[in-house]
Structure formats: C-alpha cells, structure tokens
C-alpha cells in the first residue's frame, strides 16, 4: 500500500512540475511514466499476480528509481528553474453588502 501512495504523490508532484517548469519538461516526463510502470508494479503485486521480490517487479520499478536519483542530482546542480510561471493571482472575494 506504500507504494501506491508514493506514486500518488509523486504523480502529483511531476504534473505540478511539469506545469510550472520547475524542471525540464522531459524529466518530468520521465517521473510520471516511471510512477505509471511503479503504480502497474504495486498493483500487480496487490492482486498477486507477481511475486514480491521478483524481477518483474523489478523492471518496472527500476524507471522510478533511476529518475528520482537523475533528479536529486539535478536539483543539487542545476536547482529549480528561475523562469518557471509564476502563480496566477488569487481571485479576490466579493465583499458582503
């Protein structure tokens, strides 16, 4: 079940940064097909159609894992993106009459 809430996360966390351009488009890309193959491996393990330690679970877990080290080295080096977009202003509320 772990593993299942991290590639929620994560998820969340790459189509943040693929909108913002945090990061380069393409490793955003790259997390969000590596959480789809983590999310495909957890679910099969779920329904016990792989082993746990197998290699199939493995291969496709192994995407998420390359990408997440690629990107910590990435945001040590490079760090975010200064020209990322901005926030939209919030909308202001109505004042009661």
């Known amino acids: 079940m772990g593993v299942l809430a991290f590639c929620t ?11 913002s351009q945090l990061i380069p488009r393409w490793l955003s890309v790259w997390g969000l097909a590596g959480t ?8 099969l393990v779920l329904f ?18 390359v990408q997440e080290m690629v990107l910590a080295v990435w ?8 020209k990322a977009k901005a926030p939209a202003p919030a909308a202001a509320e109505p004042t009661p009459a």
């Not at 996360?9 to 909108?19: D, H, P």
């Open 9 to 19: 996360g994560a998820t969340l966390y790459y189509l943040v940064c693929y909108r």
């Open 36 to 43: 789809a193959l983590g999310l495909a491996a957890g679910l």
């Open 48 to 65: 016990q159609s792989i082993a746990v330690p197998s290699g199939t679970q493995v291969v496709l877990s192994l995407p998420i894992g």
């Open 75 to 82: 945001l040590i080096v490079k760090g975010f993106s200064p």
